[in-house]
Nanobody, 119 residues
Framework: VQLQAFGGGLVQAGGSLRLSCAAS????????MAWYRQAPGKQRELVAR???????YYTDSVKGRFTISRDNTKNTIILRMGSLKPEDTAVYYC??????????????WGQGTQVTVSS
């Protein structure tokens, strides 16, 4: 099983970016999927999470600006980021809680993608 993240890049403050993440491999079921981020010198933090039933959670700093969505048929999640601020600059990681079969469950991480917001 692997997660592959796409998107990211450099954008001016106030701009928008779209991140996507696809899970592939031997997958029976995916529970929660999420995006985390880690800025230089800071701990990794949860940005947004979406359950298999599409319930969502956002950290306070991104509420109203970011939207997480999910396509269960393609095992993908998308993070639409708007009204970006310099403090959103970080490496963004996708995460998934994956059942490979009825007896094997583990957490998986994507490779990280850089988002840089210039002021």
């Amino acid at each position: 099983v692997q997660l592959q993240a796409f998107g990211g890049g450099l954008v001016q403050a106030g701009g928008s970016l779209r991140l996507s993440c696809a899970a592939s491999g031997s997958i029976f079921r995916i529970a929660d999927m999420a995006w985390y981020r880690q800025a230089p010198g800071k701990q990794r933090e949860l940005v947004a999470r979406i359950t298999s039933g599409s319930s969502t959670y956002y950290t306070d700093s991104v509420k109203g600006r970011f939207t997480i969505s999910r396509d269960n048929t393609k095992n993908t999640i998308i993070l639409r980021m708007g009204s970006l601020k310099p403090e959103d600059t970080a490496v963004y990681y996708c995460y998934a809680d994956i059942w490979r079969n009825l007896w094997s469950r583990a957490n998986y991480w994507g490779q990280g993608t850089q988002v840089t917001v210039s002021s």
